[in-house]
């Protein structure tokens, strides 16, 4: 696990790189204003998980911030973008207990729309890693969500990493996780999200015959670039976002990410350089062991 200093650096560097890329995108939009051409309109979908209620304040005032700067749309129903126009989406992950009590009176202040993404089999049950588990929604809880803003979509049955698993096991998971929550909430299921963001081309297609019309990735690209996409990509955020981080992620500056992971991939998996990577990983490991003992 990196120690504090490690991820304040690393979101430092993020953000400074996603700073250059908004002021480059800018600077575009303004030349082709000057050029007298429209500037196409771009969406970016929000990817929350929990909300604990220690962190409201902080989630009502980034609706605020979202409300002030783009427009908000509904991600699970048809969409065509407007030239010029910023537009975002909200989407959460795991339907924790706390959406009901925290997020929901906010995005209903706001009128303000957003996906729910459903583990079918966790309903009522604690879900999440040994000492951080939290409660997800029981099956009345998710009922009585008002269906005119909250939409739902599957998150499959069990939260497994479904790379991992055999074709056979996925697509039980896809397609069973769907027929129960069509089943026990009486509306449609049509929107579907990666766990852990873990997907292939084979799964997508799994997708596509299990029913789903559009599914999520945590691949924090721009959304909705074609009106049809059945891919769509989201940016993860937290109410622990900086100001100018969750405005940066908000405008798409964050979407150079996965194009510097796979080049990372590349240079690790390159056979001449991983040696250098191991040993590299070797002396970052060592130093941990060395820190970890003397702090005792």
Request: aromatic share 8%; charged share 25%.
């Amino acid at each position: 696990m990196k120690n504090p200093s490690t991820l304040t650096c690393t979101r430092l560097l993020k953000c400074s790189i996603s700073l250059g890329v908004f002021a480059a995108t800018n600077l575009q939009t303004l030349l082709a204003r000057l050029l007298g051409r429209d500037s196409r309109g771009t969406c970016v979908v929000l990817d929350y998980h929990s909300l604990p209620p220690d962190q409201r304040t902080r989630f009502a005032e980034q609706l605020d911030t979202l409300l002030q700067l783009a427009e908000p749309i509904d991600v699970s129903t048809d969409i065509q973008l407007r030239s010029g126009v910023r537009y975002a989406g909200v989407t959460f992950d795991d339907a924790f207990e706390n959406f009901v009590h925290q997020a929901l009176p906010e995005l209903e202040k706001r009128n303000m729309p957003a996906t729910l993404f459903v583990i079918s089999d966790a309903l009522d049950k604690a879900f999440g890693p040994a000492g951080c588990a939290e409660r997800v929604m029981s099956l009345e809880q998710l009922r009585s969500l008002p269906t005119g803003l909250i939409s739902i979509g599957s998150h499959t049955a069990t939260h497994p990493m479904l790379p991992l698993l055999s074709e056979s096991e996925a697509r039980m998971e896809l397609v069973q996780s769907r027929k129960s929550l069509e089943e026990r909430l009486r509306r449609p299921v049509l929107t579907f999200s990666f766990p852990f963001g873990g997907f292939s081309q084979r799964l997508i297609e799994l997708c596509r015959e299990a029913g789903y019309k559009r599914v999520f990735t945590t691949l924090p690209v721009l959304a909705f670039t074609d009106p049809s996409e059945f891919v769509v990509g989201r940016v993860r955020v937290d109410p622990t976002d900086w100001p100018l981080e969750f405005r940066l992620k908000l405008a798409g500056a964050y979407r150079w990410l996965p194009a510097a992971f796979a080049f990372k991939r590349k240079i690790v998996s390159c056979p001449i350089l991983r040696p250098f990577f191991g040993r590299m990983g070797q002396g970052a490991r060592s130093l941990s062991r060395i820190r970890e003992l003397s702090s005792r």
